[in-house]
């Protein structure tokens, strides 16, 4: 069984899925570059080249198959937990390696376990063998100049990017519900033939998402309006055992970084504010035995006793819109997240978390 041409065969498709020319050639140049660099690292250091070259060829695949390199490692690592279990041929401890350092290869800063070092030394220096002129990203020369010493090189790194990122953005709740409000009032259906909505749910990689999410995606409107108002937030999130596609992982994430508030405590909600729903949706329009919070959507404005909600998949009906909602106890609570929210979810003992989950 060759295990690398079965992982080839499956990266390879979704690489080719990508419809520019120039983004695709770099998609293989960087992939293929990263998997033989870590490769040779693995080898230099006594590891096994196999499990790194793997590693290498899978740590962008979230990237590959969105076109978005926010919180792509840890969402890399979810989109490939499935995949390497279901083929079937790796063992458990093969699978931790492999989806820990895929998981950790954005966090260059810290240092982990020997095969994430690998990977992450692998992606500083792929861009660096593959740049004419040896630029490096002025964050990586540390990571970089240990490893060129380690193999002996001795090209030196011309630095870059040490200007701030003026293009970069930052979550802002009033953009947040500009996007909002946007998409919700295009009426967008849940329908296959819908680029909207296909934008939408374009972050759950498995075949299945369309029918899984079909009439049961206001969550996915919520997280997809979020990361374009620059919320950076991964699919799913240690420890949080569900993805934001669901109203539950919302709920559970705000009141574990303390967001989530009441307006019986005084909570005065106001626009950009997320509401999540208290049985709010029709008994014959949901699964029988649902929690409470059975929908989500985006406050635009707070009119007395009613709220006007930007919301994906109205009532379960496969349709967004804006629409006014009383305020009484179908208000379960609300999320207010800070502007400017900065993400640390990386900062977690991945591999236990893993355990509790099933490879």
Known sequence: MDRIL??????????QSIKSDEERRIAYVHTYGVAQCAAMIAAKRGLNSELAYISGLLHDIYTCFTGSSLCHAISGAE?????????HIFTYEEKEIILSAIFYH???????????EVLKDADVLQPFLNDACFRTYYLFIPRLTKVLE???????PAVYGQEPDQSKVTYNRSLFADIAENIASQNVCGERDNTVFMNIIKYYPEPSAFSELKNYWCAAFVYHCALEAGLELPIRLPPIKNRFAGVGSWYEWATANHFCFYEKDGFIPSRGDIVIYNNIIPP????????????IGVVLSCENEFLVVAEGNINNQNVSGIIKRKRDNTIGCFVRIPNEFTYDGWNCDYKAYLKTLKL
């Not at 992982?7 to 390879?12: F, G, K």
């Not at 989109?79 to 083929?87: E, G, K, L, S």
């Not at 380690?150 to 030196?156: D, K, P, Q, S, V």
């Open 6 to 15: 079965m992982v080839r065969q499956h990266i390879n498709r979704i690489i």
């Open 79 to 87: 989109m490939v937990r499935p995949i390497i279990r279901d083929m």
């Open 106 to 116: 954005s966090n260059k800063e810290r240092v982990h376990d020997e095969y994430d």
């Open 150 to 156: 380690e193999l002996g090189l001795t090209a030196l």
């Open 284 to 295: 014959e329009n949901k699964e029988q035995g649902s929690a409470w919070h059975d929908h």
